[in-house]
């Protein structure tokens, strides 16, 4: 009698589910799958577990030390690539073809360098000590008053340029001074060319893209790397 009654509710709640099946109409139940995380092996031996632990973290950290190298590598690289180099050069006075005169004292700014420079000062010294100008510099040098007020005529015609601020695109050069010798400035000029450019210092301090910066002057080859030029 037990059975029967068990079989009974059986009928009763498939009937049931089958109603609510119908009454839901034509659709379909995805189950979804239980992720399973992997299950590392294990040999068994604990130190050998251990020893394939470890090798697996130090390779890992060789290749994380060798991604890190090898982007500053190429940094280093892009940074050569765009790097500028200042060179200043002067003369002692030899003839300038197609200037139209025999002799000139000349300055002139390169960049031979690979990328543009920032040119952000440019300074004239004179016995390791600033002057405003050029004219200064070649009064102090011919043993003359710096304030003299025929300074202009005692000098003569002369081109000077300015340099700073300026961009130097790489392979280029610039002429800061061209100034020739005359009848009427032959006296000082002589005296400025007989004792050359020993004594005057041509300064500059430039930057590359990356904001590395360098001072370079007219006596030494190497520039001196700064961490900038204010």
């Given at each position: 009698?037990?059975?029967c009654?068990?079989r009974?509710?059986e009928?009763?709640?498939?009937?049931?589910l089958v109603?609510?099946l119908?009454?839901?109409?034509?659709?379909?139940?995805?189950v979804?799958?239980?992720?399973?995380?992997?299950?590392?092996?294990?040999?068994?031996?604990?130190?050998?577990?251990?020893?394939v632990?470890?090798?697996?973290?130090?390779?890992?950290l060789?290749s994380?030390?060798?991604?890190l190298?090898h982007?500053?590598?190429?940094?280093?690289?892009?940074?050569?690539?765009s790097?500028?180099f200042?060179q200043i050069?002067?003369?002692?006075g030899?003839p300038v073809?197609?200037s139209?005169?025999s002799?000139?004292l000349t300055?002139?700014i390169s960049n031979?360098g690979?990328?543009a420079?920032?040119?952000?000062?440019?300074?004239?010294?004179?016995?390791d000590?600033?002057?405003?100008d050029?004219?200064?510099?070649?009064?102090?040098?011919?043993?003359?008053?710096?304030?003299?007020?025929?300074?202009?005529?005692v000098?003569g015609?002369?081109?000077?340029?300015?340099?700073?601020p300026?961009?130097l695109?790489?392979?280029?050069d610039?002429?800061?001074l061209l100034?020739p010798?005359?009848?009427g400035n032959?006296?000082?000029?002589d005296k400025?060319?007989?004792?050359?450019?020993?004594?005057v210092?041509f300064?500059?301090?430039?930057?590359?893209i990356f904001?590395?910066?360098?001072?370079?002057?007219s006596?030494?080859?190497?520039?001196t790397?700064?961490?900038?030029c204010?």
């Open positions: 009698m037990l059975r009654n068990i009974g509710n009928r009763s709640s498939a009937g049931r109603a609510n119908s009454a839901l109409g034509h659709h379909q139940f995805v979804p799958e239980t992720e399973l995380a992997p299950e590392i092996r294990k040999t068994g031996h604990r130190m050998a577990d251990l020893a632990a470890f090798s697996a973290l130090f390779v890992s060789c994380m030390g060798i991604a190298h982007g500053r590598t190429m940094q280093r690289l892009v940074e050569a690539n790097r500028p200042i050069t002067t003369s002692g030899r073809i197609g139209g005169t002799q000139a300055v002139q031979p690979a990328g420079a920032r040119v952000e000062r440019f300074s004239i010294l004179v016995d000590k600033a002057v405003k050029i004219s200064e510099a070649l009064l102090r040098l011919a043993g003359l008053p710096a304030n003299s007020p025929e300074a202009s005529t000098l015609p002369m081109m000077y340029s300015a340099v700073a300026s961009y695109k790489a392979g280029s610039q002429n800061v100034w010798r005359t009848a032959a006296s000082i000029w400025d060319a007989e004792a050359g450019f020993s004594r210092k300064e500059t301090c430039y930057c590359s904001d590395e910066c360098w001072i370079e002057n006596h030494t080859f190497r520039p790397a700064v961490t900038s204010g």
